[in-house]
Nanobody, 122 residues
């Protein structure tokens, strides 16, 4: 019903930048929130940044001042600009989308992308 596709990961040296993109498509009536999570090897998945429909943003303390989340409502796309990258930012980054469906089903539904790998070398 809903597809979430991430792109933009890769290998970068410490201090460098990357921009991740996430596009949601399908039976979407409204997007309530979109967010980026990451999972480092051997660790739990954690929230990196999120943005709600009203535009408010939320960041993990570890990325404040370095990462910026933004969106384009027309294309249901969210971006994560990552600057001053550190080796500890390495992991698989997943996009999460919380939506209301346009097929008549009530409630909110969460969908995940397949993930994009980010590797920061020291």
């Amino acid at each position: 019903q809903v597809q979430v596709v991430e792109s933009g990961g890769g290998l970068v040296q410490a201090g460098g930048s990357l921009r991740l993109s996430c596009a949601a498509s399908g039976s979407i009536r409204k997007i309530n929130a979109m967010g980026w999570y990451r999972q480092a090897p051997g660790k739990k998945r954690e929230l990196v940044a999120s943005i709600i429909s009203a535009g408010s943003t939320n960041y993990a303390d570890s990325v404040k001042g370095r990462f910026t989340i933004s969106r384009t409502n027309v294309k249901n796309t969210v971006y994560l600009q990552m600057n001053s990258l550190k080796p500890e930012d390495t992991g698989v980054y997943y996009c999460n989308c919380n939506v209301e469906l346009d097929n008549g089903l009530p409630g909110n539904y969460a969908y995940w992308g397949q993930g994009t790998k980010v590797t920061v070398s020291s």
